[in-house]
């Protein structure tokens, strides 16, 4: 899909299940054990649906292969999901910051840069 950030074009891939219906026709569809899922799960789903331009998410609850129940919320109302809050605006803002230092520091073509961080660290280090 193609996205935009801050003026910055980009294509990405996604493996993103989007499925219609009358009520609802362009919606993401997620299978999770609610017991298992973070501030990341939700930040991820949140990001996966805004990527995409999808308005809607179906969470749908599952212990042990067996469906326990769902719910649907707009794309917005994910941050408020979690206990975690995350603020979107935080998130974009980040994010494009991120960009703005990849594009100022691989300026060499023909080259493979790797982005990494540390497990538990803040620092992204090129």
Same mark, same amino acid.
């Given at each position: 899909c193609k996205y935009?950030?801050?003026g910055m074009k980009m294509l990405l891939g996604s493996d993103l299940?989007?499925?219609?219906?009358?009520?609802?026709?362009?919606? =993401?569809?997620y299978l999770r054990d609610p017991d298992v899922m973070t501030a990341s799960s939700y930040l991820s789903v949140w990001l996966d649906n805004v990527m995409a331009s999808v308005p809607h998410v179906l969470l749908c609850w599952h212990k042990e292969a067996v469906v326990q129940g769902y719910l649907i919320k707009r794309t917005e109302e994910i941050p408020e999901l979690t206990q975690f809050a995350? =603020?979107?605006e935080r998130i974009q803002s980040n994010g494009k910051q991120v960009l703005e230092w990849l594009k100022r520091e691989c300026r060499q073509e023909a080259r493979t840069y790797w982005l990494y961080r540390e497990r538990g660290d803040d620092l992204l280090q090129l």
């Open positions: 935009n950030l801050g299940m989007v499925l219609g219906t009358p009520s609802n026709p362009c919606v =993401s569809l995350f =603020s979107p």
